[in-house]
């Protein structure tokens, strides 16, 4: 059982940046491929970035690539996403997943626990 925890949400304006962290608890932290998603209102919940198990391998979503970066500390079994020129339709919640497939899952599914999200909004 692994127990995700996000912080780091909040109002700002576009173009501005913005990090987020997601604490698991357990001892298994470094067995986990992660990821975060999104849900905007009225929206399906969409992958936004994945990270391997060591860190080495990462995954975007096409909209957030070359903007966001996924990354991860084992010591510390925290999971990261740096957010650079932000735009409002990057307004959404954010959740953090944790799988143990050992593969940069983009489907919801296929995680296997989650957080209880953060609240992004990027004003225009």
């Known amino acids: 059982q692994v127990h995700l925890v996000e912080s780091g949400g909040g109002l700002v304006q576009a173009g501005d940046s913005l990090g987020l962290s997601c604490a698991t608890s357990?001892?298994?932290?470094?067995?986990?491929?992660m990821g975060w998603f999104r849900q905007a209102p009225g929206k399906e919940r969409e992958f936004v970035a994945a990270?391997?198990?060591?860190?080495?391998?990462?995954s975007y979503a096409d909209s957030v690539k070359g903007r966001f970066t996924i990354s991860r500390d084992n010591a510390k079994n925290t999971v990261y996403l740096q957010m650079n020129s932000l735009k409002p339709e990057d307004t959404a919640v954010y959740y953090c997943?944790?799988?143990?497939?050992?593969?940069?899952?983009?489907?919801?599914?296929?995680?296997?626990?989650w957080g209880q999200g953060t609240q992004v909004t990027v004003s225009s």
């Open positions: 997943a944790a799988n143990q497939k050992n593969y940069l899952a983009t489907t919801s599914n296929i995680y296997d626990y």
């Open positions: 990270i391997g198990r060591s860190g080495r391998t990462t």
């Open positions: 357990g001892r298994t932290f470094s067995s986990y491929t």
